[in-house]
């Protein structure tokens, strides 16, 4: 006899399953593929957004990220949501007028396209798998219904008084070495220490508002709308579906501390799992089940898309753009070539993940991808479409600093550097056993200007004329949308 | 949906428009809405963080039963979010108006720019 949370979450991913099948068979040709045929409406487009941000780690990561470590959990819920305005008023519009399928075809418009197009595949590549490694470590993830409910759960059960919640959270009770603890989890500082906690705080800051600008996932999004307005309603839409998403995250996390309680977490699946046993305690196992496919279904999604556009950019950027010399050989090779990079990247990143553990917090992963994407990507953009006198040296040395800043400071902090006591054995330990050389988890406050200078440096040593002729070309594509493709027949 | 000829046969289409004083005036409608908008949301999300780490006493401040300034503060950077968002969609109507009448006076018919190749 199956249980009833079990067969719940079958039946929930056999109708996701359903849908993504009838879903599929609607799209073919490498228009479609790549950019849903560029007739998606505005509120779909924010729909899609949204269900691509709010994934494992904002649901199951962040309920987590706040059940153990109260105030400064949620601050990754604030940045998450605010990022959209660099979305909004810088990137969103721009990109939808002047881009086609990458970042790297914005880029190409007055850039040499054979290196620019080999690094930004690179850059890329590294924060969808990074991003990946994330869902998969989650392993299940969750959206707008199921914390809902869940919200109004947490709040029932205090008899839907906003001063008994809060009242509760100020006194959550833990164990820690042995020691049972007393913490108002509204008072900041429970994971952000001194000496390095108001630094942490900012660098964190800094990696989430400029890093969503720099996710190929939510790019991508903004190449499949017919014109700017469209874009610009869509980030509005994503805006109020995962602005109000993370308001509930303060019901999801706190309402786990409170109810179901660190201890009790920590002995079952760890922070990654607060949110589906905050769900079990309050409504029983089929409501477990519910949410957790919902979770799992949301991952899929997540991932399909990230597979998405890194497959995209190495089929598109690498194979046909710098092999191929921008020669297509054969119809349907770019799709085919797509498909076989999804495969790959996806096995990368699954390797990565089992080596993880089901320890990591995702949210926290997450933020680490943010931070690749904000030091690597966000720059070359920017100046791509700001200044005249930006160059192809500039935006390589860019990507290339911004990449190896991020992920060499990610290598050097405390999240991969300390010295464990013996007793600490297994996935816990860290990778390297020596004192941390960085000191923050996240390198966002020193790589992401280290990304912009890289570009700017690079930029300043060489010269390249045609580079700044043919700004007006992208200044006036981006700003009024002239001679941007409107449908896939244009293609 | 005619199609912009490329750079090569008609160079001379986006440094046309890049000139005209139609164009100029939409960026600049653009800077003053979008460089303000931009340096308040950027000097309003830093506060909490710098307001958080340095100047915790403050922030620490009970207003509403256990609730702080420091959540109340994080809780009002939603509504700042939306809030501009709003206001940039208003704005944004404008944009679309101006940017439309420079894309068709660009593909006018009798300008060789305009329906090229294909």
């Known amino acids: 006899m199956m249980s009833p949370s079990l067969l719940m979450f079958l039946i929930f991913i056999a109708v996701t399953l359903a849908i993504t099948y009838w879903a599929s068979k609607r799209s073919t040709g490498a228009g479609a593929y790549f950019a849903a045929g560029r007739q998606i409406k505005g509120w779909q487009n924010g729909v899609a957004v949204a269900g691509d941000y709010m994934s494992a780690a904002s649901f199951l990561g962040i309920a987590g990220i706040i059940a153990f470590q109260g105030y400064d959990g949620f601050m990754f819920s604030v940045g998450w949501l605010v990022a959209y305005l660099t979305v909004l008023l810088v990137i969103a519009e721009p990109l939808r007028n002047a881009g086609k399928y990458t970042m790297a075809d914005v880029l190409a418009y007055r850039l040499k396209p054979r290196p620019v197009r080999a690094m930004a595949a690179l850059s890329t590549l590294t924060v969808s798998t990074f991003y990946m490694i994330a869902q998969m470590v989650g392993a299940g993830a969750l959206l707008m219904a199921g914390t809902f409910l869940l919200s109004i759960l947490v709040l029932s059960h205090f008899h839907f008084s906003l001063s008994a919640f809060f009242e509760a959270v100020g006194h959550v009770t833990y164990h820690e070495r042995g020691q049972a603890v007393v913490q108002d989890f509204l008072q900041p500082g429970l994971r952000y220490k001194p000496p390095y906690g108001a630094l942490e705080l900012i660098s964190l800051g800094l990696a989430l508002i400029f890093g969503t600008a720099g996710l190929p996932h939510i790019l991508v999004r903004f190449y499949t709308v017919p014109d700017a307005k469209t874009a610009r309603i869509s980030v509005v839409w994503a805006m109020a579906l995962i602005g109000s998403f993370y308001i509930m995250t303060t019901f999801l996390g706190f309402g786990a501390a409170t109810i179901v309680g660190r201890d009790f977490i920590a002995t079952h699946g760890g922070t990654n799992m607060s949110a589906p046993l905050l769900a079990q305690a309050l409504a029983g196992n089929i409501f477990f089940g519910f949410i957790c496919a919902i979770a799992f279904a949301t991952i899929l999604a997540v991932v399909a898309g990230l597979t998405m556009s890194a497959s995209t950019s190495f089929a598109h950027d690498f194979w046909t753009n710098v092999i191929h010399r921008g020669v297509e050989r054969k119809a349907g090779e770019e799709v085919r070539v797509a498909r076989i990079a999804a495969l790959v990247v996806g096995a990368i990143a699954i390797a990565i993940a089992i080596l993880l553990g089901p320890t990591a917090n995702v949210a926290f992963l997450v933020a680490l991808a943010f931070a690749v994407a904000a030091s690597a990507n966000l720059p070359v953009i920017v100046l791509s479409l700001f200044w005249r006198r930006f160059n192809t040296t500039g935006a390589v040395a860019g990507l290339a600093v911004g990449l190896l800043a991020s992920i060499g400071l990610i290598l050097l902090s405390p999240s991969l550097m300390a010295v464990d006591p013996p007793t600490v054995t297994g996935a816990a330990r860290h990778l390297i056993q020596a004192k941390a050389w960085f000191p923050l988890e996240n390198p966002g406050i020193l790589s992401i200007p280290l990304g912009f200078l890289g570009a700017i440096v690079g930029t300043l040593v060489s010269h390249e004329p045609t580079s700044e002729d043919r700004f007006n070309e992208l200044l006036v594509r981006s700003n009024t949308g002239l001679g941007a493709e409107t449908t896939t027949t244009a293609h | ?118």
């Open chain 2, 1 to 118: 949906m005619p199609e912009i000829a490329s750079r090569e046969s008609h160079p001379s289409v986006w440094d046309r428009v890049a000139a005209s004083q139609e164009f100029k005036n939409l960026i600049a409608r653009k800077k003053r809405f979008i460089i303000p908008a931009f340096v308040f949301f950027l000097v309003y999300y830093f506060l909490l963080p710098i307001l958080v780490g340095y100047a915790p006493q403050l922030m620490a401040r009970k207003v509403w039963g256990n609730v702080n300034i420091a959540y109340l503060f994080a809780l009002s950077q939603f509504f700042m979010a939306w809030t501009i968002a709003g206001l940039y969609v208003r704005a944004g109507n404008d944009f679309d108006k101006r940017s439309r009448s420079i894309r068709d006076e660009a593909l006018k018919p009798g300008d060789a720019e305009g329906d090229g190749k294909q």
